[in-house]
């Protein structure tokens, strides 16, 4: 039987075996409601409690700081339109930039719609903001201002510390909100160093289960609910907490920081035995954003002109069991190019063939060779 090879870990990620052992244990056994009084319910309120310690203490913040939702894209959406309508009448002014996930970036949209002045902060080629413009954006009545710490598509690191520093230096400083999905256990995700109010993340991202994410909510910040319904997560997130995947969050979360230097080292030098053997492979590949080793360690986007990114995708996989990613993968069913390729200005016709590698613990050098080569075989069969 022939080895899958999974390079699609920015769209999302294999459990790691103790986070599905702590989720079956805790479906099988501690299945209680934590809101129930009873001794079952009171056993899910303390797995529950601990969880909100576990999170609480990786991002160096209480635990009453730490609101769980379904996922990154509901904590992205709870931060924008509750911090957004919470703050309504202290302005109606927002700024985002210009290569956020859809679950911000069409959150912003959607707040445009509605009347909202949103103002996109523009990035350079290799996909960085510049701090003087947003700088030059911010008004008296600039409400929240969400910028990303890692993007999903193209690896570029912002630097969130600087923004945090500037909007902090206002008078009457906006809300700050940090999607932080793709940094989680990858990256210090730091909100107190940030001077963030809201930090999103994700489970699924760091081998833990779907449906699952977590908000970091300053403390006297107020936002309005998204739901209607119970009193969890202190009346800011109704509905049952999926405290099965919680508790696989957590797991995720301890063993990360136990490898987190391993994995570092491992993902960065099979980036760049990955992106070595291709040039090699495939002279014409071109390097999408920043510079190898200024992206995200887990992350290399590339072109390979020619080849439209979708038939590449299918055929790597089909052919050679090798799995990568196109874009954003939540956004890939669409027509046009990633409007990230786009806002960084990127040739069309190299959007068109642009592919995502991305890494994670579980890659090795042997998988990275045989992808080398499923790459060269694959790109000339399609070519012709
Ligand atoms: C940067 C970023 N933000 C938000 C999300 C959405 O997270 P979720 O899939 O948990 O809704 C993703 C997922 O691709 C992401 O990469």
Redesign the pocket.
């Given at each position: 039987m022939r080895e899958e090879i999974y390079l699609d870990n920015?769209?999302?990620t294999m459990a790691m075996p103790s986070v599905a052992e702590a989720m079956r244990d805790c479906m099988l056994n501690d299945y209680g409601n934590p809101s129930s009084q009873h001794s079952l319910g009171e056993i899910a309120a303390k797995k529950l409690k601990a969880a909100r310690e576990g999170i609480g203490n990786a991002l160096s913040v209480n635990s009453s700081e730490v609101v769980f939702t379904s996922?990154?894209?509901?904590a992205?959406n709870l931060a924008i339109f509750g911090g957004a309508y919470a703050r309504k009448k202290k302005g109606m002014h927002c700024i985002t930039s210009t290569i956020e996930?859809p679950?911000?970036f069409n959150a912003f949209k959607r707040l445009a719609k509605e009347g909202w002045d949103v103002s996109y902060l523009p990035v350079s080629s290799d996909g960085f903001i510049d701090l003087e413009r947003l700088s030059r954006l911010l008004r008296k009545d600039t409400t929240l201002v969400s910028i990303?710490h890692?993007?999903?598509e193209i690896g570029s690191i912002q630097p969130v510390k600087e923004v945090g520093k500037i909007l902090n230096g206002l008078q009457n400083p906006p809300l700050f909100h940090v999607?932080a999905?793709?940094s989680f256990c990858r990256y210090t995700v730091n909100p107190k160093e940030w001077q963030a109010h809201m930090v999103?993340l994700?489970?699924?991202?760091i081998h833990a289960s779907?449906g699952v994410?977590a908000l970091f909510l300053k403390k006297g910040v107020k936002l309005n609910s998204l739901f209607s319904g119970g009193a969890q997560e202190a009346g800011i997130r109704a509905g049952t907490e999926n405290v099965p995947g919680i508790v696989g969050m957590v797991e995720a979360v301890r063993c990360l920081k136990l490898k987190s230097d391993w994995n570092e080292l491992n993902c960065l030098r099979l980036k760049r035995m990955l992106f070595d053997g291709l040039t090699e492979a495939i002279p014409e590949i071109f390097l999408i954003g920043p510079k190898l080793e200024e992206s995200a360690y887990h992350i290399l986007s590339m072109s390979l002109p020619g080849v439209p990114a979708e038939a590449m995708q299918r055929g790597l996989s089909a052919w050679y069991g090798v799995h990568v990613g196109i874009g954003?993968?939540?956004s890939s069913k669409k027509k046009n190019a990633s409007h990230v390729l786009d806002a960084i200005g990127l040739d069309p016709k190299l959007a068109r063939c642009a592919i995502r590698v991305s890494l994670s613990q579980f890659n090795t050098e042997e998988q990275i060779t045989r992808s080398i080569i499923a790459f060269r075989e694959c790109y000339k069969r399609l070519l012709r």
């Open positions: 920015a769209s999302t996922g990154g894209t509901e992205n996930h679950s911000v990303m890692v993007n999903n999607d999905v793709q999103s994700s489970a699924h991202k779907k994410g954003a993968a939540c």
